[in-house]
T-cell receptor, first 111, second 113 residues
Framework: AQTVTQSQPEMSVQEAETVTLSCTYD???????LFWYKQPPSRQMILVIR??????QNATENRFSVNFQKAAKSFSLKISDSQLGDAAMYFC????????FGAGTRLTVKP | DTGVSQDPRHKITKRGQNVTFRCDPI?????LYWYRQTLGQGPEFLTY????????KSRLLSDRFSAERPKGSFSTLEIQRTEQGDSAMYLC???????????FGPGTRLTVL
């Protein structure tokens, strides 16, 4: 069974600084997709960034980038120039057939 | 059509009652997913549909749970004889077929007293 582990229940970052959220996963599949979703308080989940496992190049979306290490089964999210609006729960997710989510990391941004 | 919608947003019920939730996906999407999310946890997959066919069900989906998507558009999730352990946020998501992202609705928060 595929499992997704987020080892940091909470993280904090100063506004304008950079923070990295960790995620590891376990799978025997070779073809899959990895996602980071953001869930602001009392608001719905939105996609932050997506990575296809067959692509070696790390995905980047504006201030958000990933460090995808397939052999290590690691998929960390880097948020650069953190903004107050980045405060949210962040979920790492793995998708081969169904979608599996980690337990989440609560990110606090300090002004 | 601006996104996935769910109704109701909140539901409070007494143990033993039946409840039904509705999800309206993004109209062009052929896949629809149901998840359950408890406090402090990530969403847990329950089931998904491709068009009107229910293709996969999690072991979390006990026989008290049933989901339908009769015309391949909206879906309903019914919980019979609710238990306190059913209290959670029930999320719906939709997508095109793989590998596209899933778009989530706002969820229905169920409280079983």
């Amino acid at each position: 069974a595929q499992t997704v582990t987020q080892s940091q229940p909470e993280m904090s970052v100063q506004e304008a600084e950079t923070v990295t959220l960790s995620c590891t996963y376990d799978t025997s599949e070779s073809d899959y997709y990895l996602f980071w979703y953001k869930q602001p308080p009392s608001r719905q989940m939105i996609l932050v960034i997506r990575q296809e496992a067959y692509k070696q190049q790390n995905a980047t979306e504006n201030r958000f980038s990933v460090n995808f290490q397939k052999a290590a089964k690691s998929f960390s999210l880097k948020i650069s120039d953190s903004q107050l609006g980045d405060a949210a729960m962040y979920f790492c997710a793995y998708r081969s057939h169904d979608m599996r989510f980690g337990a989440g990391t609560r990110l606090t941004v300090k002004p | 059509d601006t996104g996935v919608s769910q109704d109701p947003r909140h539901k409070i019920t007494k143990r033993g009652q039946n409840v039904t939730f509705r999800c309206d996906p993004i109209s062009e999407h052929n896949r629809l997913y149901w998840y359950r999310q408890t406090l402090g946890q990530g969403p847990e997959f329950l089931t998904y549909f491709q068009n009107e066919a229910q293709l996969e069900k999690s072991r979390l989906l006990s026989d008290r749970f049933s989901a339908e998507r009769p015309k391949g558009s909206f879906s309903t999730l019914e919980i019979q004889r609710t238990e306190q352990g059913d209290s959670a946020m029930y999320l719906c998501a939709s997508s095109f077929s793989l590998p596209n992202e899933q778009f989530f609705g706002p969820g229905t928060r169920l409280t079983v007293l």
